[in-house]
């Protein structure tokens, strides 16, 4: 590399300078406070883990999106991580032992191999909460509630939008139709994209029954408000059990949210298929129009604990700090600056650690050193006093 380059960063990841970076520690300190005050517990995963335990129950979305490493020590594979939330998982299964619920949370960097979409930052602060140890509404409206509250507390609180979805409906789809993996594959990548032209296509080379194809050519238009549901009821009355209980399960946690969140715009997307790989149960996303990609995303993945050894029921949400702080538009409340001259006088030294104790920014200045230095005020010496002098 050439040495004008050397400054350079890889493609898509970015640094973070002043003040953004204050910023963003002082929503990560709100945001982890908030989680505190919910009952749920901090837990630090380690960067880097052995690259089966990282991909452990998620199938190869995540392993596309992960770099991986040789271990010079033991000459095993390793892993950077590219979620936290399979950590969070193998934390709860192995190491915390609890049987009932148990609430973790996190906040720390994850590193992708490929950008989510083109614009996005190849190492996000990945902030997120997990429950482990409860299957049913309750656990999915705590969580979706946190989310909200975070995004609230975070600032970004006009014109959400709460997009909620369930795998169960697809999952069901996909008994009755008899598909193989290469067929349901192409299916669900047509219904991700919303291609209808290509999904009429499609089902037009299936030997299925043909009531099973209206349903599987409904499926993708099945989207938009409350309404959804009942057109949905109607539609596959005579689909399997499972589906039914699913759009059963969404209607009663739609009437859940809205009750505590009556301001929340709530759409339906009943061939939302986000993380199909591990998601079991009900999926959701809060969005805004004032950004593209979601804010903040999860869902219920009950099936992961299994692949740790130990069976949880488990739901949980995630968020890239640094959109939040982007979006919120947060200004976080400036530390005054005050400029101290050079010296070891003991009672300049003392006014300036009194200062510094109650949160104020001093800069004393180094014998020198010429560079001007911003600030809105400065220690004087006043009738033998150190006082402290606006500019």
């Given at each position: 590399m050439a040495l004008a380059d050397r400054w350079l960063l890889p493609e898509g990841v970015k640094e973070i300078l002043p003040p953004e970076a204050s910023q963003i520690e002082a929503m990560r300190r709100r945001l982890l406070d908030l989680f505190e005050s919910w009952g749920y517990d901090l837990v630090l995963p380690p960067l880097m883990e052995h690259l089966d335990a990282l991909l452990t129950g998620v199938g190869g979305e995540l392993d596309l999106n992960t770099f991986k490493l040789t271990d010079q020590l033991s000459g095993h594979t390793l892993g950077i991580r590219a979620d936290i939330t399979p950590q969070v998982a193998r934390i709860d299964a192995h190491r915390m032992r609890n049987e009932g619920a148990s609430r973790l949370c996190y906040c720390g960097s994850v590193l992708h191999a490929r950008s989510t979409q083109p614009l996005a930052s190849r190492n996000p602060l990945q902030i997120g909460a997990e429950l482990f140890g409860h299957a049913g509404l309750d656990s999915d409206v705590e969580v979706i509630a946190l989310m909200i509250a975070t995004l609230h507390k975070a600032g970004a609180d006009q014109e959400l939008s709460l997009d909620l979805g369930h795998v169960g409906i697809f999952r069901g789809l996909m008994v009755d139709a008899g598909m193989t993996s290469a067929q349901q594959n192409e299916y669900q990548g047509m219904l991700q994209r919303k291609?209808?032209?290509?999904?009429?296509?499609?089902?037009?080379?299936?030997?299925?029954?043909?009531?099973?194809?209206?349903?599987?050519?409904?499926?993708?238009?099945?989207h938009g408000g409350i309404e959804v549901l009942a057109k949905a009821k109607v539609l596959f009355s005579d689909a399997l059990e499972d589906v039914l209980d699913a759009i059963a399960y969404l209607e009663e946690l739609a009437q859940r949210v809205a009750k505590r969140f009556p301001e929340l715009d709530l759409y339906f997307d009943l061939s939302e298929l986000r993380g199909y790989n591990y998601h079991t149960g009900v999926v959701f996303a809060a969005y805004t129009p004032a950004y593209g990609q979601a804010l903040a995303k999860g869902g219920r993945y009950d099936d992961i604990g299994r692949d740790f050894g130990r069976a949880r029921p488990a739901t949980g949400f995630s968020a890239d700090l640094k959109t939040l702080v982007d979006l919120a538009s947060m200004q976080v409340a400036q530390v005054s600056l005050v400029t101290a001259p050079a010296?070891?006088?003991?009672?300049?030294?003392?006014?300036?650690?009194?200062?510094?104790?109650?949160?104020?920014?001093?800069?004393?200045?180094?014998?020198?050193?010429?560079?001007?230095?911003?600030?809105?005020?400065?220690?004087?010496?006043?009738?033998?006093?150190?006082?402290?002098?606006?500019?």
């Amino acid at each position: 590399m050439a040495l004008a380059d050397r400054w350079l960063l890889p493609e898509g990841v970015k640094e973070i300078l002043p003040p953004e970076a204050s910023q963003i520690e002082a929503m990560r300190r709100r945001l982890l406070d908030l989680f505190e005050s919910w009952g749920y517990d901090l837990v630090l995963p380690p960067l880097m883990e052995h690259l089966d335990a990282l991909l452990t129950g998620v199938g190869g979305e995540l392993d596309l999106n992960t770099f991986k490493l040789t271990d010079q020590l033991s000459g095993h594979t390793l892993g950077i991580r590219a979620d936290i939330t399979p950590q969070v998982a193998r934390i709860d299964a192995h190491r915390m032992r609890n049987e009932g619920a148990s609430r973790l949370c996190y906040c720390g960097s994850v590193l992708h191999a490929r950008s989510t979409q083109p614009l996005a930052s190849r190492n996000p602060l990945q902030i997120g909460a997990e429950l482990f140890g409860h299957a049913g509404l309750d656990s999915d409206v705590e969580v979706i509630a946190l989310m909200i509250a975070t995004l609230h507390k975070a600032g970004a609180d006009q014109e959400l939008s709460l997009d909620l979805g369930h795998v169960g409906i697809f999952r069901g789809l996909m008994v009755d139709a008899g598909m193989t993996s290469a067929q349901q594959n192409e299916y669900q990548g047509m219904l991700q994209r919303k291609a209808l032209p290509e999904i009429e296509r499609f089902l037009k080379t299936l030997d299925v029954d043909a009531r099973v194809l209206e349903l599987l050519a409904e499926l993708p238009r099945l989207h938009g408000g409350i309404e959804v549901l009942a057109k949905a009821k109607v539609l596959f009355s005579d689909a399997l059990e499972d589906v039914l209980d699913a759009i059963a399960y969404l209607e009663e946690l739609a009437q859940r949210v809205a009750k505590r969140f009556p301001e929340l715009d709530l759409y339906f997307d009943l061939s939302e298929l986000r993380g199909y790989n591990y998601h079991t149960g009900v999926v959701f996303a809060a969005y805004t129009p004032a950004y593209g990609q979601a804010l903040a995303k999860g869902g219920r993945y009950d099936d992961i604990g299994r692949d740790f050894g130990r069976a949880r029921p488990a739901t949980g949400f995630s968020a890239d700090l640094k959109t939040l702080v982007d979006l919120a538009s947060m200004q976080v409340a400036q530390v005054s600056l005050v400029t101290a001259p050079a010296g070891e006088d003991a009672a300049l030294l003392e006014k300036i650690n009194e200062l510094r104790a109650q949160g104020v920014r001093v800069i004393q200045a180094l014998s020198g050193d010429n560079q001007a230095v911003k600030s809105s005020a400065e220690l004087v010496l006043e009738n033998g006093e150190w006082t402290v002098k606006g500019l």
